[in-house]
């Protein structure tokens, strides 16, 4: 079954600040030959910086290297229209999107500098699918996964910035009660902006703090939302690959079948100083080539039916109602 697949979430951009970095490296998941032989015909990339000195440096410079990924024949600036189009068969269709808004806007800067940088980022990628307010730690915008600050008041000029931007907000590294408060927030002013939470499980299967709690992701997919698998192993289970189909088994009780997608969040993990996590995913899951397998997984324990959903459909869908 040679299935489109779609990634909610990446971080080549990241590795390829590395002057000595390629595209085609074979030394993280997500470079070109694993994403061609992977068949993933949408692959987001992210945009990433840490809070801190020249973290708008580092996000400035992703979105040149963005600009210049669409120029190489290999990528293609993906539109959900003409993506199985003859001339991108072998050709992989990205999107950009932001992992942090420290990546235009950083803690001493005044708003309205940050926002031109923002602007500038979105001209250099001609579209940014989605903005994560935060990454572990806390901003000025709110909390991350590793803090418990809430939406702060920059945060909320930033929602309000992007309110009819047709830009997403991801809730995958949020402190819980910034989600809840980003939720009371859109709903207060009546804003209709999507939600998803481009690379999260389910905390009741595993319990780590960047797994969703069932709250949370209930209000997710009661907005019609994404909820994309992340196969980093201390997402799924540290010992247990296979309880990635437990995910996707909690994630349908919840009533998430529509909102399921694929978010593998595969980044260069081998200079990570934390040794004890390597290597950072189970070889079921250790790059994009093994998209074809895991369908054939999900379609023997599941259906066919769950697995267009899951490897392409429910992303289509999503990005029909942003842009439509």
């Given at each position: 079954m040679n299935t489109v697949n779609i990634d909610l979430h990446c971080d080549l951009l990241y590795y390829l600040l590395s002057p000595d970095a390629a595209i085609d490296d074979k030394e993280i998941g997500c470079s070109l030959p694993y994403l061609q032989e992977g068949n993933v015909k949408l692959q987001v990339m992210a945009i990433y910086a840490g809070t801190g000195a020249n973290s708008t440096g580092y996000g400035l410079e992703q979105s040149k290297l963005f600009a210049n990924l669409i120029k190489n024949e290999n990528f293609f600036l993906f539109d959900h229209d003409?993506?199985?189009?003859?001339?991108?068969?072998?050709?992989?269709?990205?999107?950009?999107?932001?992992?942090?808004?420290?990546?235009?806007?950083?803690?001493?800067?005044?708003?309205?500098?940050?926002?031109?940088?923002?602007?500038?980022?979105?001209?250099?990628?001609?579209?940014?699918?989605?903005?994560?307010?935060?990454?572990?730690?806390?901003?000025?915008?709110?909390?991350?996964?590793?803090?418990?600050?809430?939406?702060?008041?920059?945060?909320?000029?930033?929602?309000?910035?992007?309110?009819?931007?047709?830009?997403?907000?991801?809730?995958?590294?949020?402190?819980?009660q910034l989600a809840y408060d980003i939720f009371n927030y859109i709903d207060q002013r009546n804003y209709s902006i999507p939600i998803l939470a481009s690379h999260s499980n389910y905390r009741s299967v595993y319990k780590n703090n960047r797994n969703l709690p069932d709250e949370l992701a209930k209000e997710v997919i009661t907005r019609k939302g994404l909820i994309g698998l992340n196969f980093i192993k201390d997402y799924v289970d540290i010992h247990h690959p296979e309880r990635l189909y437990e995910h996707i088994q909690y994630g349908l009780d919840l009533g998430g079948e529509d909102c399921i997608a694929y978010g593998a969040d595969y980044f260069y993990w081998k200079d990570h100083p934390d040794k004890a996590r390597h290597p950072f995913f189970f070889p079921e899951h250790s790059n994009a080539s093994v998209y074809p397998a895991i369908n054939h997984e999900i379609e023997q324990r599941f259906s066919s039916e769950l697995v267009e959903k899951i490897s392409h459909r429910n992303v289509l869908n999503f990005l029909e109602r942003i842009y439509k």
């Open positions: 003409h993506y199985n189009a003859p001339q991108n068969k072998n050709r992989v269709g990205v999107i950009a999107s932001i992992e942090n808004a420290s990546a235009f806007c950083d803690e001493d800067q005044s708003l309205e500098s940050g926002f031109k940088n923002l602007e500038t980022i979105i001209q250099n990628t001609e579209k940014v699918f989605y903005i994560g307010i935060t990454h572990h730690l806390e901003n000025r915008f709110g909390g991350g996964n590793s803090a418990a600050a809430g939406l702060k008041e920059d945060g909320k000029v930033l929602i309000d910035y992007i309110a009819d931007r047709k830009i997403a907000i991801d809730l995958a590294h949020t402190s819980d």
